[in-house]
């Protein structure tokens, strides 16, 4: 069994009862989160890019608890050098097993930099994951666009869990995560992404009307809420 817990935005914990991975800790001045980064204890911590809605406080969560950072190899060696004492730089493409399950990073149509006001540092290209977890299969977009690709991952894979964003203007919105949903052909579609402020508003339910109309599954969990599977 698997517990899933959305924190709101792009970040998703996974707990199997032994190991806990965190994707895209977006935690601090996430405006629909309750949780405390400080309070947070994975093994590991996935990062699909470098924007600050992702990387978050993935750095100080890393420090704390010295969790592997899983990331592409230029975004890794960035929390590295912010002092990230544990990384795992990988590429599109490419796999690996860890203790806690096995890990694939997917492309993703997006950007990927860590812009401040002091300048822009980048940090590769930004990806997905495909991560075998506690039985399961999890497919984790990242923040990015349609692609055709998505067919292939989803023949592939046997994909359990689709986590998609569905927030529009700076990733899929809800009509083109649905041709993904039918192109991935996961058990179960969970929308992540939206909703987090006005821009990237949508409804979720409606969302998960369409789907159902395709007999897709989809399962919406609450900011700050988690299902077992
Ligand atoms: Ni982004
Ligand atoms: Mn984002």
Partial sequence: MVKIIYHGHACIELYDGKYDILFDPFITGNPVTTARAQEL??????????????LGDAV?????????????????????????PN?????????????FGKVKLTQALHGSAFVTDE????????CGFIVHFGGKCFYFAGDTGLFGDM?????????????????DNFTMGPDDAIKASVMLKPKT????????WPLIEQNPEDFKNKLKELNIDCT??????????
């Fill in 41 to 54: 204890k994975p093994d590991a911590i996935l990062i699909s890019h470098g924007h600050g809605d992702h």
């Fill in 220 to 229: 919406i969990i609450p900011f700050n809420g988690s299902v077992e599977i």
């Fill in 189 to 196: 579609v969970i929308p992540i992404h939206y909703n987090t």
């Fill in 119 to 126: 300048g822009t540092r980048y940090t590769g290209n930004p």
């Fill in 87 to 99: 990384i795992h730089p990988m590429h599109i493409g490419g796999s690996f097993n860890f203790d």
């Fill in 60 to 84: 100080a969560i890393a420090k704390r608890t010295k969790a592997i950072v899983i990331a592409p190899f230029e975004l890794a060696d960035f929390c590295q050098k912010e002092g990230a």
């Fill in 151 to 167: 067919k292939v991952i989803g023949e592939n894979n046997n994909i359990d869990i689709a986590f998609l964003p569905i927030g």
